[in-house]
């Protein structure tokens, strides 16, 4: 217990220590620090909306092939249903047969929708990084900033509203034309 103490007086009196030293210490320089939501960013400046269009357009022309396929398995499931009696068997083994490949032709769709769906979504956020990086360092050097860090994603737990600069940010895109 009385080591337990004395180290734990030990790191007291060093943090104090190191307290008062960097206290005598003059400032050369002021950091400045700012932070950007860039999930924000993204999805108020003028190329993020441009791409969530895309996306979008993209999702629906893909649900739409789905459902349409959907709807071809539906139908050939109620055949299958409504002939259990009155088919021959053989016809009945066909239209099973066809009903699974069917299925699976709806698996392979969907998953190749989600990869695709996937791909072009991050092609367009490399996209949008390539075009907001030198905008935040634009808007860092004009401003005078040493630190920008990305609110969310930077291990932040809190930031005054006072250094978030996103909508700057947002601003000097669209001045940009971008």
Known sequence: MLRRSFRVSNCVLGLLAFALATASIPATAQTKIAVIDVEK???????????????????????????????EVLELRKRLDEGRLSLAADKLQEMQEELEAKAVSL??????????????????????EKQILPVIQAVGKEQGYSLILNKYQSGLLYADETVDITQQVIESMAASGG
Do not use: F, Y
Not at 107 to 124: A, I
């Open 41 to 71: 960013l993204v999805a108020e400046s003028p190329k993020g909306k441009a791409g969530r269009a895309e996306m979008e357009k993209l999702r629906t022309a893909k649900r739409g092939q789905l459902e349409a396929k959907k709807q």
């Open 107 to 128: 698996k392979r769709l969907e998953d190749d929708s989600n990869r695709e769906l996937q791909r072009k979504g991050e092609r367009l956020m490399a996209d949008i």
